[in-house]
């Protein structure tokens, strides 16, 4: 199992304050660090491409990277509870301001985010929401509960 496998198997097992977004979170993360075959994710456990703030200091590190923009500090996380932790503390601060509002749909989410997530990739909305079906399959693949229906029917 991969490391970005196991990544997914925790977030699919994590309670998160809006599991309606799992999916699409989910499939930014596969878009950012290309399924995980990333260096930032490989190395420090970035999954989506988080530049470092002090807003989530308490879950991540500060490291100088070298991403397809230049050097960069970006975050480094611990482990993928802490990676996921942090995600949804980045997304809390105030340039993704009002999200919130718009978490009942997953592109609704998508398109409130996406110009200041990833600015310069226009069609970032489609892209991510191209990878929901995949994403919404490894979720389910991962969920414990689903393995304990998988052993009872074998």
Request: charged share 30%; hydrophobic share 35%; with cysteine.
């Amino acid at each position: 199992q991969s490391d970005f496998e196991k990544m997914v198997q925790t977030y699919a097992n994590m309670e998160v304050e809006y599991n309606n977004l799992k999916a699409v979170t989910l499939a930014m993360m596969i878009l950012e660090s290309g399924r995980g075959d990333s260096d930032l994710a490989k190395v420090h456990k970035n999954y989506a491409g988080l530049k470092y703030r002090s807003a989530i200091k308490q879950y991540a590190q500060k490291v100088k990277y070298k991403a397809s923009d230049g050097f960069d500090y970006y975050s480094k996380f611990r482990d993928h509870t802490t990676f996921i932790k942090g995600f949804w503390a980045f997304l809390d601060r105030w340039p993704y301001k009002g999200w919130r509002e718009e978490a009942h749909s997953p592109k609704a989410f998508l398109e409130k985010i996406a110009t200041k997530y990833c600015p310069f990739n226009k069609n970032y909305v489609e892209q991510v929401m191209s990878l929901v079906p995949e994403a919404e399959y490894v979720l389910s693949k991962y969920k414990k509960s689903n393995e304990i229906k998988v052993a009872l029917l074998e």
